[in-house]
Nanobody, 123 residues
């Protein structure tokens, strides 16, 4: 079965950087677009960033544009999210997702989910 395992979350201060990783198994990783979502307490889960199967197309939510970077290594079946200049409002559980579909411009349909990793940014 498909497994997505996130790692790299933690507690950091505002302005710090943090990198998340998501290791995939049980799927043809190189054929799947991938995304990172987050969910803060009391808020809906939102798409933060997405990347096409080959890595050529990316999407970022306006709230993270210029601060976050999504990348992937198809040889390692891993997708990454580098988060810079973190803000307290970035505090959330971050989820890795294997897309059902992804079209440039942000049209992303979620598929399989990871278990999530907590990111907490203190002010």
């Amino acid at each position: 079965q498909v497994q997505l395992v996130e790692s790299g979350g933690g507690l950091v201060q505002a302005g710090d950087s943090l990198g998340l990783s998501c290791a995939a198994s049980g799927m043809i990783f190189s054929s799947s677009a991938m995304g990172w979502y987050r969910q803060a307490p009391g808020k809906q889960r939102e798409l933060v960033a997405a990347i096409s199967s080959g890595g050529r197309s990316t999407y970022y939510a306006d709230s993270v544009k210029g601060r976050f970077a999504i990348s992937r290594d198809n040889a390692k079946n891993t997708v990454y999210l580098q988060m810079n200049s973190l803000k307290p409002e970035d505090t959330a559980v971050y989820y890795c997702n294997a897309a059902k579909s992804f079209y440039s411009g942000g049209a992303y349909s979620p598929g399989y989910w990871g278990q999530g990793t907590q990111v907490t940014v203190s002010s």
